[in-house]
């Protein structure tokens, strides 16, 4: 799931992926337990998520590929927040080329960023998230149209970029992803099992 930070990726993750039986693994929510436990890895991040960086691929990669690689993704799984540069995308290709699998559909949410904005500092404020500074947020939203919204034309390329409008009733842009995935599933079945369950 591609997207602006404040699109709502976590809370449709959450959705899509209860109804598909699938986990939803999240970097951003990796990082904060991380940080949360004072882990190595949450103590080598927590600079760089708290200035709205983004972690060296390297780490990230890895965190990813080791997250793949449990039990519960072996079905499928959702990724909310990853890739997000192209060193990212191509380690991705890499890692699911290996595990035999392929990605199904790549959901884009589309966001009005002036709004998008204003929402964060409004949560900001009302969850005393010292993270989300105005600066801080200017400069998420900067790295993505800088890094990661032009992935989405790598995707559409390869045919698997769908589009939704993220704005409006949670409820309403959950029903727009379920729309845009059945059609995913319909065109381009991947990994049916031969008895077609
Ligand atoms: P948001 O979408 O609001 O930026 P996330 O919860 O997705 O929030 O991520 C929080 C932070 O974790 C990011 O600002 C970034 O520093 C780091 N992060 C998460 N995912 C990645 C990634 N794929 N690559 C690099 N950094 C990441």
New binding site residues.
């Given amino acids: 799931m591609l997207g602006p ?2 699109a709502g ?1 976590g809370t449709q993750a959450v959705h899509v992926s209860a109804t598909h039986g699938i986990p939803a693994i ?4 990796i ?1 904060r337990a991380n940080i949360k436990d004072e882990t190595e890895l949450g103590l080598q991040v927590k600079q ?2 708290s200035s ?4 060296p691929d390297e780490i ?1 990669n890895a965190i990813v590929r080791d997250r793949l690689a449990q039990d519960d993704a072996a079905q499928g799984f959702l990724l909310d ?5 192209t060193g ?1 995308v191509e380690a991705l290709d890499e890692m699911l080329g290996d595990a035999g699998h392929q990605l199904d559909a790549v959901v884009e949410l589309t966001v009005d960023t002036d709004e998008v904005v204003q929402r964060l500092l409004a949560r900001a404020q009302e969850q005393g998230r010292a993270d989300d500074t105005e600066e801080v947020v200017r400069e ?1 939203m900067r790295l993505y149209a800088e890094e990661t919204a032009p992935l989405a034309s790598r995707y559409k390329e390869r045919g698997l970029l769908r589009r939704v409008d993220g704005m409006g009733e949670v409820a309403e842009v959950t029903a727009r992803i379920e729309a845009a995935l059945e059609d995913v599933t319909r065109s381009a079945p991947s990994d049916v099992p031969a008895d077609g369950r």
């Fill in positions: 930070p404040g990726k999240s970097t951003g929510d990082f760089i998520t709205g960086g983004y972690v990230t927040g990853y890739p997000r540069t990212q998420r």
